[in-house]
């Protein structure tokens, strides 16, 4: 999937906080390596750099668009392409840090064992990734692509939920490591604009369906999406609209 970095950062204050509580989260005093994995256009790495500032931080992404961006921001780092399933570290960093990237990447149980041998003992794996699928703003996409034209072009691409309840990754994660903490927060988004959710979702979600349309289908599909989606999320008295979003975080000492 080719990304947009200007529309994933349209509403890049909402898109930043979660990273930020997961950052918040890591109680590591002096990492000297940190790993951005999934690292987009690199806005975190004022925050890595501000708190931490002697650590080596290195950005790993598949994105051309976004490392593009990501060098254009902070030509004097290190910015690697690359798909997590594929790549391996030379030696094992003292913080893995992952914000909103590996609900992309299947079969948890095989990867998330794997990430944590990329981590020194004592290190620590920070993760944060959407729980949102089962949101309105989700299944109006399956219900919009089963209902149009499109079906048979699109359903097969439907995936499965990609991220798993606490409970999965407490079992699965448990027996591999030191400490683990795990909790969920459900962001009251604030979004301003005439049926703003769509554009929220057309960043991340949304996308990889468009990107699969021609025009006019690819237009109208949209348009089909609008209006299905607005119900779930009318404008409050002031004409904002709250989205709720929730989000997994995980957080384990090795």
Same mark, same amino acid.
């Given at each position: 999937?080719?990304?947009?970095? +200007?529309?994933?950062?349209?509403?890049?204050?909402?898109?930043?906080?979660?990273?930020?509580?997961? @950052? $918040?989260?890591?109680?590591?005093?002096?990492?000297?390596?940190?790993?951005?994995?999934?690292?987009?256009?690199?806005?975190?790495?004022?925050?890595?750099?501000?708190? !931490?500032?002697?650590?080596?931080? /290195?950005?790993?992404?598949? $994105?051309?668009?976004?490392?593009?961006?990501?060098?254009? %921001?902070?030509?004097?780092?290190?910015?690697?392409?690359?798909?997590?399933?594929?790549?391996?570290?030379?030696?094992?960093?003292?913080?893995?840090?992952?914000?909103?990237?590996?609900? !992309?990447?299947?079969?948890?149980?095989?990867?998330?064992?794997?990430?944590?041998?990329?981590?020194?003992?004592?290190?620590? @794996? +920070?993760?944060?990734?959407?729980?949102?699928?089962?949101?309105? $703003?989700?299944?109006? /996409?399956?219900?919009?692509?089963?209902?149009?034209? !499109?079906?048979?072009?699109?359903?097969?691409?439907?995936?499965?939920?990609?991220?798993?309840?606490?409970?999965?990754?407490?079992?699965?994660?448990?027996?591999?490591?030191?400490?683990?903490?795990? !909790? %969920?927060?459900?962001?009251?988004?604030?979004?301003?604009?005439?049926?703003?959710?769509?554009?929220?979702?057309?960043?991340?979600?949304?996308?990889?369906?468009?990107?699969? @349309?021609?025009?006019?289908?690819? $237009?109208?599909?949209?348009?089909?999406?609008?209006?299905?989606?607005?119900?779930?999320?009318?404008?409050?008295?002031?004409?904002?609209? @709250?989205?709720?979003?929730?989000?997994?975080?995980? /957080? +384990?000492?090795?």
């Amino acid at each position: 999937m080719t990304w947009d970095p +200007a529309q994933y950062l349209t509403f890049g204050g909402h898109r930043i906080r979660p990273a930020i509580d997961l @950052l $918040s989260a890591v109680a590591i005093e002096t990492p000297r390596t940190i790993l951005d994995l999934g690292c987009g256009t690199g806005n975190m790495l004022d925050f890595f750099a501000t708190r !931490w500032p002697k650590a080596r931080i /290195v950005g790993l992404d598949s $994105s051309n668009e976004m490392l593009t961006k990501a060098h254009q %921001e902070h030509p004097d780092h290190e910015w690697i392409k690359g798909d997590v399933c594929e790549w391996k570290p030379d030696e094992p960093f003292d913080l893995v840090y992952s914000n909103a990237v590996l609900h !992309w990447v299947p079969r948890h149980d095989i990867l998330f064992p794997d990430l944590l041998t990329w981590v020194k003992p004592g290190g620590c @794996l +920070a993760i944060q990734m959407p729980r949102n699928f089962a949101a309105p $703003s989700h299944t109006t /996409v399956y219900k919009t692509i089963r209902e149009g034209a !499109w079906r048979d072009r699109l359903e097969p691409m439907i995936p499965d939920e990609p991220t798993k309840p606490p409970t999965f990754y407490y079992d699965l994660l448990t027996p591999l490591v030191r400490s683990l903490d795990l !909790w %969920e927060t459900e962001y009251q988004q604030i979004l301003e604009g005439k049926n703003p959710v769509p554009e929220y979702v057309k960043g991340s979600w949304l996308k990889p369906f468009l990107d699969a @349309l021609e025009e006019p289908e690819k $237009s109208n599909f949209e348009e089909a999406y609008k209006a299905n989606v607005l119900p779930h999320y009318p404008p409050q008295n002031d004409g904002k609209t @709250l989205f709720p979003f929730r989000r997994l975080f995980i /957080v +384990a000492q090795v």
